[in-house]
């Protein structure tokens, strides 16, 4: 269903729903249930590169607050099958997300962008990026010769992604903006003054105490809590790997439009 220019707020509604980008989308009730009780179970990998001590040791805690800002079902008998994301939570939250890109635009700030998602949000964040730098921010460059146990941090098209064997790498882990944040420091260079990403990227920045705005799909529930929490400031709720990247290009117009960048 393509759509050409900048969708209205009810035709990107629907966009998202026909897409499944929101909606009833494709992540099943039960792998959500799933990573909510391994996150409350303390396993690291879904915490996404924050640090929640034992706030969230009760999965039903963190099922209220995937309801109340992710639109899955509240009902805990309901364990297997579909699972959704309101898509007027996810507008909302990009709404929020354009406040805070005007607030980088009109400051000229430092911005960072980052995916642990290149195969589906790569696009969104370069265009982020582009749109950005033409209003007059600094889109940060990160150091040299930065590297993970997974492969090396690296930057395409101004936005941060891991590589490894020449292959653009899917990452929840918050160690490569670690990386990113740590070598500028040791460089003498400034934190950015905003970072727009995902996974880990956004929620290690944010647990650093940089401003940070990311999406996040219904399974993974970290951002969701920290966005709760006041560390991150905006998660929007979305499916991040649908069958096309091209689905998300009128939600990025919808995005730069609300933000006075397109």
Same mark, same amino acid.
């Given at each position: 269903?393509?759509?050409?220019?900048?969708?209205?707020?009810?035709?990107? /509604?629907?966009?998202? +729903? @026909?897409? %499944?980008?929101?909606?009833?989308? !494709? *992540?099943?009730?039960?792998?959500? &249930?799933?990573?909510?009780?391994?996150?409350?179970?303390?396993?690291?990998?879904?915490?996404?590169?924050?640090?929640?001590?034992?706030?969230?040791?009760?999965?039903?805690?963190?099922?209220?607050?995937?309801?109340?800002?992710?639109?899955?079902?509240?009902?805990?008998?309901?364990?297997?099958?579909?699972d959704t994301i309101d898509p007027e939570l996810t507008v909302a939250a990009l709404e929020r997300m354009a406040g805070r /890109?005007?607030?980088? +635009? @009109?400051? %000229?700030?430092?911005?960072?962008? !980052? *995916?642990?998602?290149?195969?589906? &949000?790569?696009?969104?964040?370069?265009?982020t990026a582009a749109a950005l730098r033409a209003a007059g921010c600094e889109i940060v460059v990160i150091p040299d010769g930065?590297?993970?146990?997974?492969?090396?941090?690296?930057?395409?098209?101004?936005?941060?992604?891991?590589?490894?064997?020449?292959?653009?790498?899917?990452?929840?882990?918050?160690?490569?903006?670690?990386?990113?944040?740590?070598?500028?420091?040791?460089?003498?260079?400034?934190?950015?003054?905003?970072?727009?990403?995902?996974?880990?990227? !956004?929620?290690?920045?944010?647990?650093?105490?940089?401003?940070?705005?990311?999406?996040?799909?219904?399974?993974?529930?970290?951002?969701?809590?920290?966005?709760?929490?006041?560390?991150?400031?905006?998660?929007?709720?979305l499916d991040d790997h649908v069958v096309s990247p091209r689905h998300y290009d009128p939600m990025t117009a919808y995005l730069?439009?609300?933000?006075?960048?397109?």
């Amino acid at each position: 269903m393509p759509i050409s220019g900048t969708p209205s707020r009810a035709e990107l /509604l629907a966009h998202l +729903a @026909a897409t %499944r980008i929101a909606g009833e989308v !494709a *992540t099943p009730r039960e792998n959500n &249930l799933s990573h909510y009780r391994k996150l409350a179970n303390g396993d690291r990998h879904y915490w996404l590169g924050l640090e929640f001590g034992d706030r969230w040791s009760d999965e039903q805690d963190v099922l209220a607050v995937m309801a109340e800002r992710a639109g899955v079902s509240d009902d805990a008998e309901h364990r297997y099958g579909q699972d959704t994301i309101d898509p007027e939570l996810t507008v909302a939250a990009l709404e929020r997300m354009a406040g805070r /890109l005007r607030k980088a +635009a @009109a400051g %000229r700030q430092r911005v960072l962008l !980052a *995916t642990g998602h290149p195969g589906g &949000l790569l696009d969104v964040h370069r265009a982020t990026a582009a749109a950005l730098r033409a209003a007059g921010c600094e889109i940060v460059v990160i150091p040299d010769g930065l590297a993970t146990d997974e492969g090396y941090v690296m930057q395409f098209a101004d936005v941060a992604v891991l590589e490894h064997g020449a292959t653009l790498w899917h990452t929840h882990s918050g160690e490569p903006m670690k990386a990113i944040l740590t070598a500028l420091k040791r460089e003498g260079r400034p934190l950015p003054d905003l970072v727009v990403a995902d996974h880990g990227w !956004a929620g290690s920045a944010g647990q650093h105490g940089v401003d940070s705005v990311g999406y996040a799909d219904c399974n993974d529930p970290a951002l969701f809590l920290a966005e709760a929490e006041g560390t991150l400031q905006v998660t929007v709720p979305l499916d991040d790997h649908v069958v096309s990247p091209r689905h998300y290009d009128p939600m990025t117009a919808y995005l730069l439009a609300e933000a006075g960048l397109a």
